[in-house]
């Protein structure tokens, strides 16, 4: 399906032709910054530039010699599944001495390189800014030494920085997300997962220290990721007095059944008086107060390691082009910027500002305003502490409001990893707001036959780590039992609607918002949470299960790809799920460094598929030695994956053989990733809040009921841009193409251009859509109090 035409501005206006790019890792590691080296190396081929690499870091551009070389196309080449940073990383003392940056200024000019592309942490990034500034000084010094010729003061006149921000703890103020994070929650959540088991069988409480010395994120998200009892973090130390308010929470919970606690500390966590706590102190303290059989694990720098998630490859991938952006289009007067991500869009933000705010933090904590410390971390963080208390900490029955409104939450369509993390967080943020919550097996096939009972905060403990749906769920759409749907719904008085699925579950409340004209059961606040892995939903640019897909996928392509390491050269054909929608096989291509995506949206004939063998028989004659091509299963119905299997392997016959793989309903399984158990949670508790406001809005009081029949009373809630927004579904059937169930417009065919340039295609590249310069401050807007980063 064509996509409308948006105003098309060419690499060719950004000709970078004479420029010189260097790119450096500094500071700490993470996993990601390879995608980002690759893609800066790679964009900057592209535009004609000249790129280098700066090996360990500032060390290695004060140290100068062979560890500034000129990168190639083929230098980057099997790095982007790799963790760390090939390109190395240190600390450098002699780079903060103006001695240190005045060899490093001489070891640029005689390389003719004025652009700088830094990745690291607020440390490495500032450092990049005073040495920016002091640039024209520095070549000054070099001229009256006699070590370069006057005219290069002139000719190297500015030094262009743009930094990219990685580090796994996502301590820096402007973006939502750091390279490295993602990943790092990946290590995390793999190892509480494993734990749980045991903590299990031997009922045993857990004690789980994780990285962040100044930052609680990674402990924050972590917790609300596997529904941990108690997190301690150094932006918000708990109230004096926790250590009695937490064992009676490990009392409480075991008393009722629960044969595990997890307890996850950060390393900076501190009590209001600034003093630190301990993984083993409260372990100690577990045993004295309690008796509980209790273990401690330090994770260390199994967090850092292994390779980098989807998400982490994708984000450094667009981030790393963006960099590139951002140099070609600096002049003099530029500040010196840093790439971030805000909401589900690039954005480019002054690097000092952010500098600032992120030191700002540290400020507010060290003189104890916890309360403006967590606000100048950001929405994301702030709504992160907000849903974990609400979901964490069960208040008693007394202080609870009374609403007597019954609310029923069901499942409709395919499965989808984190499908049970919203459910979880919808029946326990219902119940904190004072409803009932019903939940309904097997979407509207249960519904019409009665299977509806009310849920209690407790049936819902350990769902978030969940695959699948653990209420069931059917494709049946409704219309065929509305009849006994409205008389269940009359019967068991539901008051409100929470449907969580994909494609079925918006068919089905467009048809229950058209029943609204025959059944008044149906004049009830309804709310839909895409939740899909096609990501197929219009309304929203993400889908929860969507993320857990593409790990599957980017994991199996990397071991496809590994399992050809010493053969002779390979091509690997693989099919992706989707349906229609070629999401999957698209972002999955991006991630996995593939050399072509076959989608439905874009479409293609004989012509293109000989040109990409062509183009793939080019490579391996010269660099590489496998190659990956995906193709989603209903791109088209002639070319299918058999027909390109077979192309592929005459055509590249004596050049490369072939392999194809179907990875079918793997897809769809195992484990939600700790994206999807976020997104999830947090999407699912703004919709019950929505839901708890409409009920409000719409109780007849003379009546004694809830009648809501307006369009903005059945709503879809998606993630459009920089913020989450209820969109009522009717509007939304515009944007619908029903035939093939899927959007008419979609922001990730933006993203295809991009992975045709990393595998070395000749092709025009949107940048309208590219970040402008802003400022930090006004990088939210007020209603995304929930964003993609988690």
Known sequence: MAQPDSKKIFFENLSGAGKAIAVLTSGGDAQGMNAAVRAVVRMGLYVGAKVYFIHEGYQGMVDGGENIREATWESVSSMLQVGGTVIGSARCKEFRSHEGRLKAAHNLVQRGITNLCVIGGDGS????????????????????????????????????????????????????????????????????????????????????????????????????????????????????????????????????????????????????????????????????????????????????????????????????????????????????????????????????????????????????????????????????????????????????????????????????????????????????????MFAVSDGFEGFYKGQIKEIKWADVGGWTGQGGSLLGTKRTLPAKHVDKIAEQMRMHNINALLVIGGFEAFESLLQLFDARATYEEFCIPMCMLPATISNNVPGTDLSIGADTALNAIVETCDRIKQSASGTKRRVFIIETMGGYCGYLASVGGLAAGADAAYIYEESFDIRDLQANVEHLTEKMKTSIQRGLVLRNENCNDNYTTDFIYQLYSEEGRGVFDCRKNVLGHMQQGGAPSPFDRNFGTKISAKAMQWITKKLSETFRQDEGRVFANSEDTCCLLGMRRRALVFQPVVQLKGETDFVHRIPQEQWWLKLRPLMKILAKYKTSYDVSDSGQLEHVLRTRPKESDASVAM
């Open 125 to 436: 990034l500032t450092g990049a800014n005073l040495f920016r500034e002091e640039w024209s000084g520095l070549l000054g010094e070099l001229v009256e030494q006699g070590a370069i010729e006057e005219d290069s003061v002139q000719k190297y006149s500015a030094l262009h920085i743009v930094g990219m921000v990685g580090s796994i703890d996502n301590d820096f103020c402007g973006t939502d997300m750091t390279i490295g994070t993602d990943s790092a929650l990946h290590r995390i959540i793999e190892v509480v997962d494993a734990i749980m088991t045991t903590a299990q069988s031997h009922q045993r409480t857990f004690v789980l220290e994780v990285m962040g010395r100044h930052c609680g994120y990674l402990a924050l998200v972590s917790a609300l990721a596997c529904g941990a009892d108690w997190v301690l973090i150094p932006e918000m130390p708990p109230e004096d007095g926790w250590e009695e308010k937490m064992c009676q929470k490990l009392s409480a919970t075991r008393s009722r059944g629960t044969r595990l606690n997890i307890i996850i500390v950060a390393e900076g966590a501190i009590d209001r008086h600034g003093k630190p706590i301990t993984s083993s102190f409260v372990k100690d303290l577990v045993v004295k107060c309690l008796g509980f059989d209790t273990r401690v694990t330090i994770l260390g720098h199994v967090q850092r390691g292994g390779t980098p998630s989807a998400f982490d490859r994708i984000l450094a991938s667009r981030m790393g082009v963006e960099a590139v952006l951002a140099l070609l289009e600096t002049t003099a007067n530029t500040p010196a910027c840093v790439v971030s991500l805000c909401g589900n869009q690039s954005v480019r933000l002054p690097l000092m500002e952010c500098v600032q705010m992120t030191q700002e933090v540290q400020k507010a904590m060290d003189q104890k305003r916890f309360e403006e410390a967590v606000k100048l971390r950001g929405r994301s963080f702030e709504n992160n502490l907000r849903t974990y208390k609400l979901l964490a900490h069960r208040k008693p029955e007394s202080e609870l409001p009374t609403s007597n409104f019954n609310v029923a939450v069901l499942n409709v369509g395919a499965p989808a990893a984190g499908m049970n993390a919203a459910v979880r967080s919808a029946v326990r943020v219902g119940i904190s707001e004072g409803h009932k």
